[in-house]
């Protein structure tokens, strides 16, 4: 059955290759898209999965710092730090800024913090090191390496001249990429030398993290405190929110294309073999062997098809990733399996769509 499907298949090679080259692209898009997304996901909320703190203050109207808006006085981080059970205390800053250099420039995520607290900074440096002074600035390395920025060169913030120290990892969220000055720097960038957007609190071992919470909020009015990894799944909740909806329309899109392209062969390929079909039901043929044929059919151009996209998936990203260094993909073992699952489920509907041309299909046929 197998080797006969595969005959009548490589009987149209032209046709054959069309729609296994639609199949695999359409396979690649949906793997792309995955990929982007772990990348996404994980470069936006990298900063706040590897931070250290125990911790985070913030104003009541803010849950998350992807897209909402805290605001915070520095002198309230005093009042927290004489809560019993509290070890630390670190103010950061965040705000959207232009960076310039020779004639571009483009916009980053900026994170002020007080290096000496060692809390909200860069969570990975990939090259060179963190702030020390004012006049020093950490990118990403993305952007860094879409900018063709390195080392010792220096970047225009507003009116301010900052030198690049370090290049830092996990702080790529696509449309934005992080970047690292001293909380005093982004302070006088913004104007207010007291403001804050979040405290980072960590606390002493054993302690009773709900019971420093409640008195955070009795010290400091209007704000609300999250533990580490509820504020972690709030970010991450905020990022799907944003941008999942995207992702799984398009992959719905591609799965009804994949499934119409292939229904589309299959059907042609049967009336195209109408009269063998006809014989083979003369002829007595076992049951389920004529749909079995429409099935193996759509199961090897699946088939195909994925191995051409897997084939073609790897140069295509890295060749993605190099053009335009901000997209930044993560693929898995799972992402993949996920992807060749569904297309195969779209493979057997594609089979039971088509196979209603079987049933206008006469043994009688066969004489005709």
């Known amino acids: 059955m197998i080797s006969y499907s595969a005959k009548i298949l490589t ?12 199949i695999s692209l359409c396979i690649v898009l949906m793997l792309f898209l995955l990929a982007a997304y772990h990348g996404v996901a994980d470069g936006s909320v990298d900063y706040i999965r590897k931070n250290r703190s125990d911790l985070w203050v913030l104003s009541s109207n803010a849950w998350n710092i992807l897209r909402g808006s805290s605001i915070l006085l520095t002198a ?32 980053v995520y900026l994170a002020g913090f007080d290096p000496e607290a060692d809390l909200g900074g860069p969570p990975d440096i990939v090259q060179g090191r963190t702030v ?7 990118l990403d390395r993305d952007f860094a390496r879409k900018f063709n920025l390195s080392l010792g060169e220096s970047v225009r913030v507003r009116d301010t001249l900052l030198e690049i120290v370090g290049i830092s990892d996990g702080t790529n ?12 720097r982004a302070q006088q960038l913004i104007g207010y030398p007291g403001m804050a957007t979040c405290f980072l609190v960590t606390t002493e071992p054993g302690a009773n993290i709900r019971a420093i919470s409640e008195g955070i909020k009795k010290k400091v009015s209007g704000v609300e405190v999250y533990d580490h990894e509820t504020f972690l799944k709030n970010n991450i ?8 909806p995207f992702i799984y329309t398009v992959a719905a899109i591609g799965v009804v294309v994949l ?31 004529v749909s079995g044929m429409v ?23 890295n060749f993605i990733e190099r053009v335009t260094p901000e997209i930044s ?17 779209m493979s057997v509907v594609s089979s039971l769509i088509s196979m209603q041309r079987l049933r206008g299909i006469y043994a009688l046929e066969a004489f005709s």
């Open 329 to 345: 993909t993560r693929t898995s073992i799972w992402q993949m399996s996920a992807v060749v699952a569904v297309v195969l489920a």
């Open 259 to 289: 499934t119409a392209i292939l229904s589309l062969l299959l059907s042609v390929n049967i009336l195209e073999r109408r009269k063998d079909f006809a014989v083979f039901k003369t002829l007595g043929s076992p049951r389920g062997f």
């Open 173 to 184: 969220a696509l449309v934005i990429q992080y970047a690292f000055v001293t909380l005093r």
């Open 295 to 317: 099935i193996s059919q759509s199961a090897l151009i699946s088939l195909a098809g994925c191995i051409a996209a897997i084939t073609l998936y790897f140069p295509l990203v």
């Open 11 to 22: 009987g149209q090679p032209l046709r054959l290759a069309i729609t296994v080259a639609g």
């Open 237 to 244: 909740r905020e990022l799907q929110v944003g941008f999942l």
């Open 132 to 138: 020390n002074g004012d006049d020093e600035i950490v």
């Open 76 to 107: 309230d981080a005093a009042r927290i730090e004489g809560i019993n059970g509290v070890k630390s205390v670190s103010s950061v800053l965040f705000l959207l800024t232009g960076i310039r250099k020779d004639g571009q420039q483009a916009t």
